[in-house]
């Protein structure tokens, strides 16, 4: 499982490699012995504030959580807002739809155009493509929370037809039908979506057990590139973008490469999904289910700069479960203390710290050592494939747990766990490791159609917004902090305040040093490093110093800071000094407490000219004062001088002076600033007359 191993990772898993025939483990299928999914239980603190009113039990054998739909509401949790519908247009939070067919025509969000022409069906006939008829299209159900609508299109001698939903956060999932004669035989078939230019400078794709893709598409005219099927894939540029997910290649002619394209026109980027690429006779129905979310579903928290994980001072936020102790193993992803009165008395000593206290839990696992797991294990288990039963390895034994998938009434059980634990104590929140969502075979509950593997994208989603009601509802100011490791998916996203990524690139074996510059790209950064496309703050978990082949505290530092994030000191295991006085400064120049404007690498204004060789940076600045904090960090093999032009920078602000941020010294050579190869500098600038 990812997220894995004895400081998170997966250790025994091999990652899947490229071939003609799609994404294959490299020498071997999976092995079934994975280490610990444990992301950050080095600190796992046990904590409450006050005796709670009752105690209850998960292991209930009533199993009160089967009809009880906690967190199941049609109210909307703020920042979202509710969807409102003029004629065929669809707002919700920050993006429009335009529906009236089987696929949006248009869709926008933050006022900017995602698309260059409407999402088009398209069947092959010879050499020509041809988009599926206009048809009918009606609105079946109208709430605030959610609306459902119904459209049919086709082909000649083929009937296609669409039921649909939207929710509030802004999904749209659809499940389309193909039916014919048998005589019919599709040549080919796939959906087109036509990105605006402007829109498509990245794309993102992922599939568990594979590579997860963060690149920069194709930029001119006719250049073009594809992969295998992947169930989710994202492209946008650095502020929005569309979501497009698939779940199973099942009906699909191929998962190899190809089955997704992404080219270049004249007008467009153009995203392909090559559903059928051979001649195919329509002997039953095809059935397809597609999801499409528009990001980001929400703005950024009000308090971002204040959400800080503990191991950095100032930390806001602290995670753990009900005992790391003798009763551990029975309570992993188990959100019930293993005594009530201690945990309470616990959770209020770090209230008082200033700590809000995030319960650990998984969305994909709970202790198989629990009664309630053993009564459940053939229901909910993904796959025998994938686990067999095996126990995860930690620093602290074995570790009894099988894979659970959220699409089996597992989900049921943990959001009315969650909503115990949160209703009962004063928890500051939740926090999710091992997301997922990892491919599933089991037929029980719906998953393995076909045989094909399926990635329960859409049931995943559900129980995280089920997770955030509970959290929302019973705990205002609550968080949901989640470990996302190598994977950026904003349906999951969308229902979180803070997430973390890092902590598989620990592993030598996995990402030998030569290609951590490329992993950690500047492009992965403008994707996944800003949280501006998901609206979630980003906290990179600083695992690398286990590495045992240098020195990273500065390399990681540099990569991370210029998009206005901050290393979470989590493990010991990188110079935990130099991400400390990162944040002194920042807390000095007043980020949280006085209000900013906030520019990254590519929207530093014309009057912040910054030269330099690799230099790479951002600034905020004080609304007040003008005052100006800026991080430059060095990511080339050499020295280099950083040069501001002051010119431009008086004429701005007036007479100013520079400081080294982190020490106060004055820069003795104004606006010219040596910064080390590797590594960053911050640097102050105020008006002269506040020296």
């Known amino acids: ?10 250790a025994d898993v091999e990652e899947l490699t490229e071939t003609s025939e799609g994404w294959r483990l490299r020498d071997h299928e999976m092995k079934t012995r994975i280490a610990a999914p444990i992301c950050c239980l080095l ?7 006050a005796a709670p009113a009752k105690t209850y039990d998960l292991n209930d054998p009533a199993e009160p959580w089967r009809t009880a739909r906690a967190g199941i ?5 703020p920042p979202h807002t509710p969807l409102e519908r003029d004629g065929d247009r669809v707002r919700c939070w920050g993006r429009v739809y335009v529906l009236g067919s089987l696929f949006p025509s248009e869709a926008t969000s933050r006022e900017q155009k995602l698309l260059a022409a409407p999402i088009a069906l398209q069947r092959k006939a010879g050499d020509q493509w041809h988009a599926s008829k206009a ?8 709430r605030g929370d959610r609306m459902d609508f119904e459209a049919s299109s086709g082909f000649d001698g083929i009937e296609v037809s669409a039921k649909s939903w ?18 019919v035989t599709v040549e080919g078939l796939r959906l087109v979506i036509p990105f605006a230019p402007e829109a498509s400078i990245f794309h993102h794709g992922e599939m568990r057990w594979a590579h997860e893709i963060f690149e920069r598409s194709p930029s001119e005219t006719g250049r073009e590139t594809s992969y295998p099927w992947m169930p989710l894939i994202w492209v946008g540029n650095h502020d929005m973008g569309l979501t497009v997910v698939t779940e199973t290649w099942d009906g699909w002619t191929s998962a190899d490469k190809g089955a997704l394209r992404l080219v270049r026109t004249g007008t467009a980027m153009e995203l392909h999904l090559n559903i059928i690429t051979q001649p195919t006779a329509l002997e039953k129905p095809l059935r397809y289910r597609i999801g499409l979310l528009a990001t980001p579903a929400k703005p950024m928290p009000k308090d971002r700069y ?6 950095l001072p100032g930390s806001t936020l602290i995670t753990g479960m009900g005992d790391w102790g003798a009763n551990f193993q029975p309570l992993f992803s188990f959100p019930q203390p293993a005594d009530f009165d201690k945990f309470a008395e616990r959770l209020a000593k770090e209230r008082a710290r200033g700590h809000r206290y995030c319960y650990y839990i998984t969305t994909s696992a709970v202790s198989n050592k629990t009664p309630v797991e053993k009564r459940n294990r053939a229901d909910w288990l993904m796959s025998d494939r994938i686990f067999e039963g095996d126990e995860w390895q930690t620093s602290k034994g074995l570790i009894g747990v099988d894979s659970s998938c959220p699409a089996s009434s597992f989900s049921d059980f943990m959001a009315w766990s969650v909503e115990q634990v949160v209703t009962r104590f004063d928890v500051g929140g939740i926090y999710i490791d091992n997301p997922g969502p990892y491919w599933c075979l089991n037929t029980r509950h719906g998953c393995g159609p076909g045989g094909k593997r399926k990635f329960p994208y859409f049931a995943l989603h559900d129980l995280h917004r089920r997770l955030y009601t509970i959290v929302k509802s019973r705990r205002p100011g609550g968080v949901i902090w989640e470990h996302t490791s190598r994977t950026f998916n904003p349906l999951q996203l969308a229902w979180i305040d803070l997430y973390s990524d890092g902590e598989p690139y620990r592993r030598t074996k996995n990402y030998p040093k030569h290609v951590m510059p490329k992993v950690l790209s500047r492009t992965y950064f403008e994707i996944s490093g800003t949280g501006h496309q998901v609206g979630a703050v980003p906290a990179f978990l600083s695992s690398m110093g286990v590495r045992g082949d240098g020195d990273w505290t500065q390399w990681l530092l540099s990569r991370v800071l210029p998009w206005g994030s901050l290393t979470w000191n989590e493990h010991g295991v990188v110079d935990g000094s130099v991400a400390n006085a990162v944040a002194r400064t920042r807390d000095a120049f007043g980020l949280g407490r006085e209000a900013v404007d906030f520019y990254r690498p590519h929207e530093l204004p014309e009057w912040f000219h910054l030269r330099g060789g690799d230099v790479i940076g951002c600034m905020w600045q004080r609304k007040a004062d003008g005052a100006v904090l800026a991080v430059l960090a060095n990511w080339g093999s050499e020295a280099v001088l950083a040069r501001i032009d002051e010119k431009r920078v008086a004429a701005h602000l007036g007479p ?4 080294d941020a982190m020490n106060g010294a004055e820069v003795p050579d104004p606006f010219k600033v040596s910064v080390p190869a590797l590594s960053f500098r911050m640097v102050r600038i105020e008006s002269d007359g506040a020296r």
């Open 1 to 10: 499982m990812g997220n894995v191993g004895k400081h998170g990772n997966q």
């Open 43 to 49: 600190i796992f603190v046990v904590a409450a504030w």
């Open 73 to 77: 509401s049609t109210e909307v949790m």
């Open 135 to 142: 048809g009918t299209f009606r609105f079946t159900t109208e």
């Open 166 to 183: 939207i929710e509030y956060g802004g999904l749209i999932r659809t499940d389309l039908v193909l039916r014919g004669d048998e005589s």
């Open 306 to 311: 204040t959400l800080r994980p503990y191991g």
């Open 656 to 659: 100013c002076v520079m400081f």
